[in-house]
């Protein structure tokens, strides 16, 4: 068990609709990260926040966003779902040192299914 | 932008020792070099992380050459329990974007 927790496990819905995927980081992670994964794309970096603020965004795609609350939860949200957003959505945590190595901690995953 | 290439798959025996190497182009000069395990419907697990020349933990050993424009991460006597995917990560310093390589899936055969 790595600490990090991810609702829903499992999330069915239709294209066309929106869904929200609910991170909560390690107790005393400040960065939280959101990554998708599947057969074709592989794991993809979709963005970070570190302390409520954006840090970095990898390929994330306009009809998604992300956001980290004061309690350094964090929510990824999905809209206009098409077949091809159908994966597993990852969300991980870390301290972050400033200049220094970071080791990320992944949560079970949520896996998305688009029909 | 980092861009980093693995292997897709490696075959090995219990006992034996893997060498995965993962290359890694324009890494930046402060990125560090991650790898991950990842097992079926779980999330990816760290293994070892390092900046330069040889890191050493009680799983795994990371080497790193001078250029740093590749890592080698090995297994020493691997088990049944090692099959699983590994993948390599780096950091793109100028833009912050994580990028993974697209994973090796190391087969261990009794």
């Known amino acids: 068990d790595s600490g990090v927790t991810q609702t829903p496990k499992h999330l069915i819905t239709a294209t066309g609709q929106r869904v929200t995927l609910r991170c909560s980081p390690r107790?005393?992670?400040?960065?939280v990260y959101w990554y998708q994964q599947s057969l074709d794309q592989g794991l993809q970096f979709l963005i970070q926040y570190y302390n409520g603020e954006e840090r970095a965004k990898g390929n994330i795609l306009e009809r998604f966003s992300a956001q980290q609350f004061p309690d350094l939860h964090s929510e990824l949200n999905l809209s206009s779902l098409e077949l091809g957003d159908s994966a597993l959505y990852f969300c991980a945590s870390s301290v972050v040192k400033a200049g220094g190595p970071d080791e990320q901690f992944f949560g079970p995953g949520t896996r998305l299914t688009v029909l | 932008l980092a861009k980093t290439t693995q292997p897709i798959s490696m075959d090995s025996y219990e006992g034996q020792e893997v060498n995965i190497t993962c290359s890694h182009n324009?890494?930046?000069?402060?990125?560090?070099i991650t790898w991950y395990q990842q097992f079926p419907s779980q999330g990816p697990r760290f293994i070892i992380q390092g900046y330069k020349t040889k890191v050493t933990n009680e799983v795994a050993s990371l080497f790193i050459p001078a250029d740093r424009k590749s890592s080698t991460l090995s297994l020493p006597r691997v088990s049944l329990s090692d099959t699983a995917v590994y993948y390599c990560l780096v950091g793109d310093g100028n833009t912050g974007k994580l990028i993974f390589g697209q994973g090796t899936t190391l087969q261990v055969k009794p």
């Open positions: 107790s005393g992670d400040l960065s």
């Open positions: 324009n890494i930046a000069t402060n990125d560090y």
